[in-house]
């Protein structure tokens, strides 16, 4: 039974068919989880050891607080580790992307030059102006999702897609996801807090196997950027498990250390 997707009246009973969906796929996990490093020692130690393989990320946060970073962060980790990627970007045309991870010593383009990464860009500003179309497009980002070869899926973000759609696509977009993770895909999503309300947000944060908040805070005179993971399948530890970063041009994602950000 645990392989039944729950039809679309089920939504309206008492119990929550999506929440016992996710509890039948991850009931029997192991403790043990591999994980992919995003070559980064400090974010690996506080994800413990990295993002666990066949899992489902999700990074929330607000604009311009570093999630892209972090993504392409992780992106370059798994391409030196030997893993394949795809990125399917709302943010940046591929050209932009690779040249922007260049900038931040990022630089993966061998990696897509022989094929071991792919980046797809999608016109954000044509799914904002047909809202009428958001839920068949992310219909048609799952079936991509589905027929891809790759390891590791990237969705940069997945915005502009839910802010239309119904609470029923959006959750079935997420399940779905988490049975393509438990047949061994890495899906990792960045999304905009403001997408969902609040019981939305909520329920989608129980789906995904990581859940990782991206915000920027003013300490003193000083605005950081701070990665908190609030879950994380596999890990030691999930909650109050923090870092403060910063984005150098130069030098990609610098992680600021707590006090030098309290002094």
């Given at each position: 039974?645990g ?61 311009d ?36 991870m ?96 609040e ?23 000083q605005l ?10 596999g ?7 923090s ?21």
């Amino acid at each position: 039974m645990g392989d039944k997707v729950p039809g679309k009246e089920a939504l309206f009973e008492g119990e929550d068919p999506f929440e016992r969906e996710i509890e039948n796929i991850t009931e029997d996990e192991e403790s043990s989880v591999e994980v992919i490093s995003s070559g980064n020692l400090e974010v690996d130690r506080k994800m413990d050891g990295g993002v666990p393989v066949a899992s489902l990320s999700l990074l929330e946060g607000v604009n311009d607080s570093g999630k892209s970073v972090l993504l392409q962060q992780i992106m370059w980790g798994a391409l030196n580790e030997e893993k394949t990627v795809l990125v399917l970007t709302t943010e940046k045309t591929s050209r932009e992307l690779l040249k922007q991870m260049e900038g931040l010593s990022l630089d993966i383009s061998d990696y897509f030059i022989i094929g071991r990464s792919r980046i797809f860009s999608i016109e954000g500003n044509y799914i904002e102006s047909n809202p009428h179309l958001s839920e068949n497009l992310l219909q048609l980002l799952l079936e991509c999702i589905k027929k891809c070869e790759e390891d590791i899926v990237i969705i940069d973000s997945l915005t502009v897609f839910v802010v239309n759609s119904s609470e029923n696509a959006i959750l079935n977009f997420f399940t779905e996801c988490v049975k393509l993770c438990d047949k061994g895909k890495t899906i990792l999503i960045s999304v905009h807090g403001y997408a969902f309300s609040e019981a939305l947000l909520s329920r989608v944060r129980t789906i995904c196997n990581a859940y990782l908040e991206i915000r920027i805070e003013q300490v003193g005179d000083q605005l950081v950027k701070t990665m908190e993971i609030q879950k994380l399948r596999g890990a030691r530890k999930v909650n109050g498990n923090s870092l403060c970063f910063d984005v150098d041009s130069n030098f990609g994602l610098k992680i600021v250390p707590v006090s030098r950000v309290k002094a």
